[in-house]
């Protein structure tokens, strides 16, 4: 894939080193990749995790304490400046020059690092208070352990938010594989010295050991942003302080951030508005949530994720070259492609809940009540799955047409519907913790819907009968794969919870794949392109390796 830049005479002509003017599907693939490599490894950490503390109210801390700065990460990293950045980045480089865009990447990097490290200070200096916000329901030892591991945790938010802006750079290149990949040394650096600092500090992994666990986290952060840049540096970047903030480049990421705050981390916020309800809810529920999003996150970053951080880039520089036919096209194809993942996906996590939680964490001290409490959870988030994966895409579409506050009103409204469902399904009809699940998964839904309502009317027309045949399609693959998981898991998985391990684990990988088999031959007999596009897809890429 190229990584020059075109130069701005020739900006709104397609030249030979200009970008592919198309959702790069391979680089998709690349991305989804990596980020399965990452939700794997995410997935192992937080199985050791169980197995080594269980899925009580050690683990309800540790939760709390990580969520406060990742919650932080995700608004002024990953889910605002990262975005408003490779929006701002692309467009100086397709409209300017490469030397334009790395001086305003210096002076960004230089404001990021003065403004997050004054953050981790107050928020250090803070931790009680927005302990006692967030989980008002601990006992007061439950939330002086929170309190403690809040402030180890916190220098977390200033590295993970350099990995994040590294990350954006390198997007803005079309180099997408190395900054995907940097997620997975997290998690293999907070599992390899969380373990071990553990160990030391109490064989027996009492709560003393979950001190390791904390600083593992910022080892795991430092090494997520010292593995991308090599790979940065490769690009010809090279960093200097640049103090200079009165720029028009650095203006227009801010003003980007504003309403990015809100819009892009409005499923964050609504994450720990529902551990507000969850911390009254006892001891474990904290933990099953975030065991049940984990699982959902999956095949979200594989696909959702991935489609998102392809499409930004590519969105950014159409709407700077006022190409809108392309545009509304392309937008209008990631969608459909996020739709076609993760539809089945949510069919198979709702019908498989109990086998796959079993499967994964059901050892040491994470017993069968935490697997049925944890599986309760995600067949309700698997409702949102494809609203979630669709909104990574139409969401950057908005940013790139530079109609930020669209997104930062519905989310708002977003919010304020999550505190509603919240208060009905939890203390007025007594769901517990899955109707906190639940009114997640409906306030994405519904954000997605307000916002492609808005989008169509805007552009005049998103290709809307394509969308409707494709899903009438999926739905008819989808239930191929409903018919073959229920059977699967009604002969096959029928005494999951007294079956061992390995044949338990056998029948389940069985089961899922002949359910994605299913479902893959069903939509290529339908003819969904989609389906036969990613097929050439991989022939080539097997071709190219033999």
């Known amino acids: 894939m190229p990584t020059g830049d075109p130069p701005a005479a020739a900006a709104t002509a397609a030249g030979a080193d200009s970008p592919a003017d198309k959702l790069n599907t391979r680089a998709a693939a690349v991305v989804g990749l990596a980020v399965l490599c990452s939700r794997v490894l995410g997935l192992a950490r937080e199985q050791i995790f169980a197995a080594l503390f269980g899925g009580g109210r050690i683990m309800d801390a540790f939760t709390i304490a990580f969520r406060i700065p990742n919650l932080l990460r995700d608004l002024f990293a990953e889910g605002a400046l990262s975005t408003a950045f490779v929006t701002v980045f692309s467009k100086t480089a397709a409209l300017e020059d490469s030397a334009s865009a790395w001086r305003l990447a210096n002076k960004v990097a230089t404001l990021a690092t003065v403004t997050l490290s004054a953050i981790t200070v107050l928020g250090i200096l803070s931790a009680p208070w927005l302990v006692a916000v967030l989980a008002p329901g601990f006992d007061p030892d439950k939330a002086a352990l929170t309190v403690t591991l809040t402030r180890v945790m916190y220098p977390f938010i200033l590295l993970v938010s350099l990995a994040a802006l590294v990350m954006g750079m390198l997007n803005a290149r079309n180099v997408f594989g190395v900054p995907a990949m940097a997620s997975s040394f997290f998690n293999l650096g907070s599992i390899v010295a969380g373990v071990l600092l553990g160990l030391w500090l109490d064989p027996h992994f009492g709560q003393r050991a979950i001190l390791g666990l904390a600083i593992g986290t910022l080892i795991g952060g430092a090494l997520q942003l010292l593995v991308q840049l090599p790979a940065l540096h490769a690009q010809g970047y090279t960093w200097r302080p640049d103090f200079h903030w009165r720029d028009p480049g650095v203006r227009a990421i801010l003003r980007l951030m504003g309403p990015s705050v809100i819009a892009a981390s409005s499923t964050q916020v609504n994450v720990l508005i529902n551990s507000v309800f969850a911390s009254r809810l006892g001891d474990g529920p904290t933990f099953w949530l975030t065991v049940a999003f984990r699982l959902m996150q999956l095949p979200l970053g594989i696909f959702g994720v991935a489609l998102g951080t392809v499409a930004l880039p590519l969105l950014a520089r159409m709407a700077a070259t006022g190409n809108i036919s392309a545009f509304r096209s392309e937008l209008a194809r990631g969608m459909r492609l996020a739709f076609l993942m993760t539809i089945p996906a949510s069919v198979g996590l709702m019908v498989l809940a109990e086998p796959i939680i079993s499967v994964l964490y059901q050892h040491g001290r994470f017993g069968a009540h935490e697997t049925a409490e944890s599986a309760g959870a995600l067949r ?139 479902f893959y031959f069903a939509a290529g007999a339908l003819g969904i392109v989609e389906v036969h596009d990613i097929t050439r897809a991989v022939r080539r890429r097997l071709q190219r390796r033999a």
């Open 380 to 518: 309700f988030y698997a409702i949102g799955l494809c609203g979630y994966a669709a909104l990574k895409v139409l969401v950057n579409a908005f940013y790139a047409l530079d109609r930020r506050k669209t997104p930062m009103v519905v989310s708002c409204l977003a919010v304020g519907l999550n505190l509603l469902l919240n208060w009905i399904f939890t203390l007025q009809l007594g769901w517990g913790h899955r109707g906190l699940a639940f009114s997640t998964a409906c306030v994405a839904t519904s954000n997605f819907l307000i916002l492609y309502v808005l989008m169509r009317a805007h552009l005049g027309t998103l290709e809307s009968r394509a969308m409707l045949t494709l899903l009438g399609k999926i739905a008819v693959a989808t239930a191929c794969l409903l018919g073959v998981s229920w059977a699967g898991g009604h002969f096959l998985l029928a005494n999951w919870a007294v079956q061992a391990f390995w044949p338990k684990l056998a029948s389940l990988a069985l089961v899922i794949a002949a359910a994605a088999g299913a």
